[in-house]
């Protein structure tokens, strides 16, 4: 059985108009007859990335989570009464156990390093009043450093390899 942490589809109305649902029931369990209704969706000129109330659904050790094998979704209507549905993606998030949980997440250690890198722009910026010698000086030491700066490959460096980027295990 898989631990769903998180569920998102992508709808634009902008572009699909009478092909973008209005009303969606979200179903699921553990086979295709047993189905029960966990979520419920209501639209109005929705573009982008919705999420899918999955808080609260009991599965998972906080309760936060949906257990399931099959998930459903059924579209009851769509703007301007159209016939056919446009889903354009559906992302399922599940939950990984092995995860270390005080592992630091990589975009915390990317926003911390652009954190860094704008604070030391801050104090190496030049004031306006700053002959034009100067600048060109300080902007030549600047591209002289990024080109003998060394290069990386990912979880090198300092950086941890995110789970999305890793191989996908069949479980």
Known sequence: MVEIRALRFFVD????????PTHILWFAGTGEHN???????????????????VEGSGGGSD???LCAFVVQMQVKENHQNGKDTHIRGIKVYGFDERADPGEINAVHEMSVDIDAATDRATTLRLEDDDDEEALFHHRVESIGRSQNAPRYKPGEGGLSVPDFMQDPIIR
Not at 13 to 20: C, F, G, K, L, V
């Open 13 to 20: 109305y902008n572009q699909d108009e009478s092909y973008t």
């Open 63 to 65: 309760g936060n989570s």
């Open 35 to 53: 189905l029960i209704q966990f979520a419920e969706s209501t639209l109005t000129n929705p573009s982008g990335w919705q999420d899918v109330q």
